[in-house]
């Protein structure tokens, strides 16, 4: 079984300063992705980035980039020079890689982004 | 990445009626998985559909309440029945690329009343 613990209900942050979004994971499975994803309040779910259990480079896209420690298992979210649009819910999601398999999601993290 | 249009985004529904929900993807995929989010809640697998066959529901999910279809490799529907106000939720859809990236529609915000 695959589980997604985000410890953190809410974080705050100014606007241009870095913040990082925390997520532990628990999989027996050897291969497997991390996601995460930004959900603001129109509900829509918007994919941020994914990492793979074998790739050797934590995965960048623009200004987020994964913090991934597999002897850890966690897959923190780092997000830099943050903008007021990054205020939102955010899931940190994993999958198995064999064959096609559910995603298995963490509680979430509300994000305020301040002036 | 998959462009994917879900309709209707929301909509306020009698208690006792049904809804059906589309979702349709710009490219032919092979699953398509619908999840359920209720409010404050994160999100939880409803049932994954193959096309050409049934979908496979999760635990504590029945066919009769979630009928789907799954006519072809580019579309879906999912009908949420005999609605009550616990059935108030989010609904999404979402399509993977094997071992990479999984995209979801838009969402379909229902109201039970």
């Known amino acids: 079984a695959q589980k997604i613990t985000q410890t953190q209900p809410g974080m705050f942050v100014q606007e241009k300063e870095a913040v990082t979004l925390d997520c532990t994971y628990d999989?027996?499975?050897?291969?497997?992705?991390l996601f995460w994803y930004k959900q603001p309040s129109s509900g829509e779910m918007i994919f941020l980035i994914y990492q793979g259990s074998y790739d050797e480079q934590n995965a960048t896209e623009g200004r987020y980039s994964l913090n991934f420690q597999k002897a850890r298992k966690s897959a923190n979210l780092v997000i830099s020079a943050s903008q007021l649009g990054d205020s939102a819910m955010y899931f940190c999601a994993m999958r198995g890689n064999t064959g096609f398999q559910k995603l298995v999601f963490g509680t979430g993290t509300r994000l305020l982004v301040s002036p | 990445s998959a462009v994917i249009s879900q309709k209707p985004s929301r909509d306020i529904c009698q208690r006792g009626t049904s809804l059906t929900i589309q979702c349709q993807v710009d490219?032919?995929?092979?699953?398509m998985f619908w999840y359920r989010q209720q409010p404050g809640q994160s999100l939880t697998l409803i049932a994954t559909a193959n096309q050409g066959s049934e979908a496979t529901y999760e635990s504590g999910f029945v066919i009769d309440k979630f009928p789907i279809s799954r006519p072809n490799l580019t579309f879906s529907t999912l009908t949420v029945s005999n609605m009550s106000p616990e059935d108030s939720s989010i609904y999404l859809c979402?399509?993977?690329?094997?071992?990479?990236?999984?995209?979801f529609g838009q969402g379909t915000r229902l109201t039970v009343v």
């Open positions: 979402s399509v993977e690329d094997l071992n990479t990236e999984a995209f």
């Open positions: 490219s032919q995929v092979t699953m």
């Open positions: 999989t027996s499975d050897q291969s497997y992705g």
